[in-house]
């Protein structure tokens, strides 16, 4: 299936969101706290992804 650039935003957006969301809970359940915090970087890293993907999904709409 070929996927059109709003699918492809779409598709990224829902994986950025499930990262942030793995991130986040790794980072609670890993005690090593090096571990922890860089998860936490992570989360807070794909949770940016998901925020600039929602901007352009919000652009590409308004078209």
Do not use: G, P
């Amino acid at each position: 299936m070929e996927m059109n650039t709003r699918d492809t935003i779409m598709k990224k957006l829902l994986d950025a969101q499930e990262d942030t969301r793995d991130y986040q809970s790794f980072a609670r359940e890993v005690a090593e706290e090096t571990v922890s915090n860089t998860f936490k970087e992570f989360a807070e890293q794909s949770a940016m992804q998901a925020h600039k993907l929602q901007e352009l999904l919000s652009v590409y709409d308004q078209k």
